[in-house]
């Protein structure tokens, strides 16, 4: 069964950082684009940065020159860097897999659009 597993949310004061990273397990075979996206209360989902198998990123115009987003094919792992935080950055931050190519038992699968549980950050003012 494949799933995606973020960890490193948290509190931090504005202009702090903190590091986000999201782990894909399964017998994965390969992934498309990862990514980040964020909710913040009575707002819509919104994406913040991704990065494609070959390393292409994206970002979200508020978080350019602030956050970076890095991805380790081998570990099926991305990370988001997280420095100059502002208020306005406080929400649940979601992982995502775009396509996941998997083995189950001896044969091949391929699912789309999987989503972490989410973690929160919260940067205080």
């Known amino acids: 069964q494949v799933q995606l597993v973020e960890s490193g949310g948290g509190l931090v004061q504005a202009g702090g950082s903190l590091r986000l990273s999201c782990a894909a397990s399964g017998r994965i075979l390969s992934i498309s684009t990862m990514g980040w996206f964020r909710q913040a209360p009575g707002e819509q989902r919104e994406m913040v940065a991704t990065v494609t198998s070959g390393g292409t990123v994206t970002y979200t115009d508020s978080v350019k020159g602030r956050f970076t987003i890095s991805r380790d094919n081998a570990k099926n792992t991305i990370h988001l860097q997280m420095d100059s935080l502002k208020p306005e950055d406080t929400a649940v931050y979601y992982c995502?897999?775009?396509?996941?190519?998997?083995?189950?038992?001896?044969?091949?699968?391929?699912?789309?659009?999987?989503w972490g549980q989410g973690t929160q950050v919260t940067v205080s003012s």
């Open positions: 995502n897999a775009d396509t996941i190519t998997f083995l189950e038992g001896t044969l091949y699968g391929r699912g789309r659009d999987y």
